[in-house]
């Protein structure tokens, strides 16, 4: 198991920039994947982006080349630096982590932290 705790959230500015983290309760070299993951009220859950164990890196359509994900192994954290932030980037983001049991798949959250992009 793992627990996911992430911060930095907020309110900005359009054309400003934020650093979410999310700190893990493991060694997440253990981890197989992590990401970030946002919903706006009334809208499913969307992917932002995600990281595997082996450094692979996939984005959203809509955040690419804005956002940046990463890790810091010997702080157990990562990271999901935003730059250009636009309005439609409004949600609650969440921390995901997902650790393989038997070859089964098992999700784990965080609590989310706002992000509101506004003048």
């Known amino acids: 198991q793992v627990r996911l705790v992430e911060s930095g959230g907020g309110l900005v500015q359009p054309g400003g920039s934020l650093r979410l983290s999310c700190a893990a309760s493991?060694?997440?070299?253990?981890?197989?994947?992590m990401g970030w993951y946002r919903q706006d009220p009334g809208k499913e859950r969307e992917l932002v982006a995600r990281?595997?164990?082996?450094?692979?890196?996939n984005y959203a359509d809509s955040v690419k080349g804005r956002f940046t994900i990463s890790t810091d192994n010997a702080r157990n954290t990562m990271y999901l630096q935003m730059n250009s932030l636009k309005p439609e980037d409004t949600a609650v983001y969440y921390c995901n982590a997902v650790l393989y049991y038997s070859g089964v798949p098992n999700d784990y959250w965080g609590q989310g932290t706002q992000v509101t992009v506004s003048s």
């Open positions: 493991r060694n997440i070299f253990s981890i197989n994947a």
């Open positions: 990281i595997t164990s082996g450094g692979s890196t």
